[in-house]
């Protein structure tokens, strides 16, 4: 059975930062792309960020230069670090799993992902 369990979540003020954790258990976590995804009340769900099998990155514009994504196989865990957050990031996070590891066009594209874990929220005030 997959299990994806995020953690790290919490509420900040404008500037700060938080890092997100999601750990995976259930499948060869190495051999998956990973994203991180959130959704706000009221709007669509939204790539924000995905790694894949070889550590290659990929953000959405509005969060370049200010969130990180990473992963560490031997603990099965993929990371968000987010700096300079904005009242505009405040969304429920979650982590989702892709069995393509490697080479996607469109790599934050939520229909390619098939495991998904319950959320986190992130709340920023200004």
């Known amino acids: 059975q997959v299990q994806l369990v995020e953690s790290g979540g919490g509420s900040v003020q404008a500037g700060g930062s938080l890092r997100l954790s999601c750990v995976a258990s259930?499948?060869?976590?190495?051999?998956?792309?990973m994203g991180w995804f959130r959704q706000a009340p009221g709007k669509e769900r939204e790539g924000v960020a995905s790694?894949?099998?070889?550590?290659?990155?990929s953000y959405v514009d509005s969060v370049k230069g200010r969130f990180t994504i990473s992963r560490d196989n031997a603990k099965n865990t993929l990371y968000l670090q987010m700096n300079s957050l904005k009242p505009e990031d405040t969304a429920m996070y979650y982590c989702?799993?892709?069995?393509?590891?490697?080479?996607?066009?469109?790599?934050?594209?939520?229909?390619?992902?098939?495991?998904w874990g319950q959320g986190t929220q992130v709340t920023v005030s200004s």
């Open positions: 790694i894949n099998r070889d550590g290659g990155a």
């Open positions: 259930g499948l060869t976590f190495s051999m998956y792309r």
């Open positions: 989702a799993a892709d069995p393509v590891g490697g080479w996607r066009s469109r790599p934050r594209d939520a229909k390619n992902y098939v495991y």
